[in-house]
């Protein structure tokens, strides 16, 4: 089995890391990990990185993410979704219109509370295990940023929409910093990620799908490569000759590149990242190029090998 990225559907009741250890046992390997959690109740696209691919996985999380949500106006959980216990009710007196400009008005930077329910840290402990204690502590705003909302469907009081965002950003406070800023309360009521960087439904396979692909062993078939993950940077081709130095993971001078997208011997830009590959289109890693000594090298960033 070559090492990847497998688009993985998760269906709701499995949480992520369930998923990781089920491929886990389903596959025989033991490097394996998924790039961003999603809630329990939450379904879509969970890519999981295997093998050497695993390293990849920081860069993966970094990527932007849509999702469609429904929402329900008039009451707030202590969950912010509907897992959890109505903690307050409001009427719901707002009109179409005044739902669209609230709703858009969250398009850009902006800066979100994590909610108690969710695994972040503080002074070592998860904050839902604080929550589940009756605990609630202040938490510091994160920047985020909402690229785009759209697809608004308003049904008073259920809403759904489509939204682009940065990572790390909490969908179901997103939907309770609606219900605020329109004076009547709101929880999340479904979620599903359409999209995770370059994966998205399309291919996206529910862990019993995975089952026929070994039986049938052409389990490679569905693993993507790792270089996928960094297609925006350009190619670097290196020549026979620097061999040696490409899998020493040295730094690689100009001298030993062999063409650049495909031109023969490009300059290379400061600080620009690119994807390396040996003579024989072996994917190697990413690397930076760097001034050193006023003459641009490539440094290694994250090797594959």
Not at 56 to 78: N, R, S
Request: aromatic share 8%.
């Amino acid at each position: 089995m070559k090492d990847g990225i497998i688009n993985i559907y998760k269906q709701k009741g499995y949480t992520s890391f369930d998923v990781v250890a089920i491929l886990r046992k389903k596959l025989k390997i033991k490097k394996i990990g998924h790039t961003g959690t999603l809630d329990p109740e939450a379904e879509g696209v969970l890519p999981v990185c295997i093998g050497k691919a695993t390293k990849a996985v920081d860069f993966m999380i970094d990527k932007d993410k849509v999702y469609y949500a429904k929402m329900i106006l008039g009451q707030e959980t202590d969950t912010q979704d509907s897992t959890g216990t109505v903690i307050d009710t409001k009427e719901v007196i707002v009109s179409e219109e005044e739902i669209i400009a609230a709703i858009n008005s969250f398009e850009g930077e902006y800066k979100q509370i994590p909610p108690m329910y969710s695994a972040l840290k503080v002074n070592g402990k998860k904050l839902y295990q604080l929550a589940r204690e009756g605990k609630t502590i202040e938490r510091k705003p994160r920047d985020i940023v909402i690229h785009r909302i759209w697809d608004i469907s308003i049904n008073v009081p259920e809403i759904s929409f489509r939204v682009k965002c940065s990572k790390g950003t909490y969908i179901r406070t997103l939907c309770h910093d609606i219900g605020n800023q329109l004076g009547c309360k709101a929880h999340m009521t479904a979620l599903t990620r359409e999209a995770s960087g370059d994966y998205n439904l399309s291919n996206a396979k529910k862990l019993e799908e995975i089952d026929a692909y070994l039986e049938n062993d052409n389990i490679d078939n569905l693993i993507e490569p790792i270089d996928k993950v960094f297609s925006k940077h350009k190619k670097i081709i290196i020549s026979e000759a620097g061999q040696k130095k490409l899998y020493n993971g040295n730094k690689l001078t100009s001298e030993i590149i062999e063409s650049i997208d495909n031109n023969e011997r490009n300059d290379m830009n400061i600080l620009e990242y690119y994807r390396v590959y040996d003579f024989k289109d072996n994917f190697i890693g990413l690397y930076r190029a760097v001034d050193l000594d006023e003459k641009l090298i490539l440094k290694p960033i994250t090797l594959f090998l």
